[in-house]
């Protein structure tokens, strides 16, 4: 059940590019986290300048107006190879599919417990499973 929130700079992607960047992150849950085709959900937003601020560079790693913030919440679980492997491919996805530098990526995963997620009626419905999409 990863909920995706992707930000960009507002202009920065056209609906076509936003396609592939959407597609992109959808298709690394699946081959990584093995989640099924129809357990999507993506929040896209699309800030201006005023409200995407970030420095030039960080790390070692330059940032341009490519710059995304994805971040990722799911549940609990997931070992950390299993999560470091996410990172490699949904970076490796989205630069292939946008052409953006591989700087250009800065990825957040969050995780909870299972009894932290609702998918509706304020039910908890993977409360009991400790690992799953």
């Known amino acids: 059940m990863p909920l995706a929130r992707i930000h960009v700079l507002e202009g920065r992607y056209d609906e076509p590019g936003l396609g ?3 597609q992109a992150v959808q298709d690394a849950l699946i081959a990584v986290l093995k989640i ?3 357990d999507f959900f993506q929040i896209i937003h699309e800030l201006p300048r005023r409200r ?7 790390l070692g790693l ?3 107006d490519d710059f995304i913030v994805l971040e990722l919440a799911f549940i609990a679980g997931r070992p950390k190879e299993t999560r470091l492997a996410l990172l490699r491919e949904l970076n490796a996805r989205i630069t292939a599919a946008t052409g953006i530098s591989p700087d250009d990526l800065m990825i957040q995963l969050v995780e909870g417990p299972g009894e932290n997620f609702s998918f509706g009626q304020g039910l908890a419905q993977r ?3 400790s690992q799953t999409a």
């Open 36 to 38: 099924p085709p129809d």
């Open 127 to 129: 409360a009991f499973i």
């Open 52 to 58: 995407f601020r970030h420095t030039p560079s960080f």
């Open 20 to 22: 592939k960047l959407s």
């Open 62 to 64: 330059k940032y341009s």
